[in-house]
């Protein structure tokens, strides 16, 4: 077996020895240039180091194990992999051959244009992102980004929460719209209005979980080629701070004021740029389109 391991920040090869007790195998560190260097991808990190590495990964077309070590592990979590014991365990079955290799979905940002003005039909978003669990514009950015500044340490020790405190009270509900490429309001260059109202942020997901446990998309799949789509609407501090720990159960869907759905493609507007963030990593500024690619990633899950 030729493995390549990609090790994330405070990881070392020693971290390999579990996964090295074939003497036949080969190894190397770092992201292989090419597709027929290696057999298999080994990313040690979280959320943040996988999303950095997605677009090579989705270039390479090779699976992929997680072995989660960073202060966010929402995606090895959604793949089986709660930690060491099950990606040595998922490995083992990935050498002997088993069937724990599957293809899933990635979320792509498409970013352009100038906030406030809907891009022409024609026009060509500049950047392309993949991200793995969920993109979010609104409050998430800001708990993002106060999240981010905390010691790794802390972030992965309830830092997203911390950081949602600090920010829950402050953040205010902001112009927003929505649109999809499917049956509803009609607008002048064909797309339709899913959304458009006063939002406090809004959260596009390809796995259920975000934020260190926060099941924003209870109902979201890697495999179905659909983003979940969950809005949080113009609530007052007091509401909001009620909303948050059922959050956690999933179970906030059923509040007034938070909409949620399904689409493949999504185009975002707001009236002034606003962050968007993913995998708890900055990507941008409104206007996005977001889509999903469907079966973007071979990955090796805990699940065999």
């Known amino acids: ?13 020693k971290d390999l020895r579990p996964f090295q007790t074939d003497d036949s195998g080969q190894w190397q560190v770092g992201m292989p240039a090419e597709r027929d260097e290696v057999d298999v991808i080994l990313l040690f990190g979280g959320d943040g ?72 039909p024609h026009e060509q978003f500049s950047l392309k992102q993949y991200f793995c669990c969920v993109a979010g514009v609104g409050l998430d950015g800001d708990v993002a980004r106060r999240a981010n500044r905390l010691p790794r340490w802390l972030r992965g020790h309830g830092g997203y929460v ?3 405190a600090a920010t829950i009270f ?33 959260a ?24 979940d789509v969950c809005v949080v609407g113009a609530l007052g501090p007091f509401k909001l701070f009620c909303l948050f720990p059922t959050v956690y159960g999933g ?6 004021k938070v909409e949620y759905f399904q689409e493949s493609r999504l185009r975002v507007e707001t009236e002034h740029a606003l962050d968007v963030y993913a995998d708890g990593e900055y990507v941008c500024q409104t206007p996005v389109e977001i889509a999903v690619e469907h079966a973007a990633l071979k990955v090796v899950t805990g699940r065999s």
């Open 162 to 164: 911390l950081s949602v």
């Open 251 to 256: 179970h906030h869907l059923t509040i007034d």
């Open 49 to 120: 180091t996988i999303h950095r590495h997605l677009g090579q990964l989705v270039k390479l077309g090779l699976p992929v194990l997680v072995v989660p070590a960073g202060s966010g592990n929402d995606f090895a979590r959604a793949l089986g992999l709660r930690g060491m014991r099950d990606s040595v365990a998922a490995w083992k079955a990935f050498c002997r051959g088993g069937s724990n290799v599957r293809e899933i979905d990635l979320g792509v940002i498409s970013a352009g244009g100038e906030a406030g003005e809907a891009p022409a």
């Open 1 to 13: 077996m030729r493995a390549a391991a990609i090790l994330g920040l405070g990881c070392s090869p």
């Open 204 to 227: 596009f997901a390809n796995t259920p979980v975000y934020g260190g446990g926060m099941k924003v998309a209870p109902r979201a799949r890697m495999d179905d080629g659909l983003l």
């Open 170 to 202: 402050t953040f205010a509900p902001f112009p927003m719209k929505i649109l999809a490429p499917t049956l509803g309001t009609i607008t002048s260059d064909g797309w339709t209005i899913r959304f458009q109202q006063s939002a406090l942020l809004a």
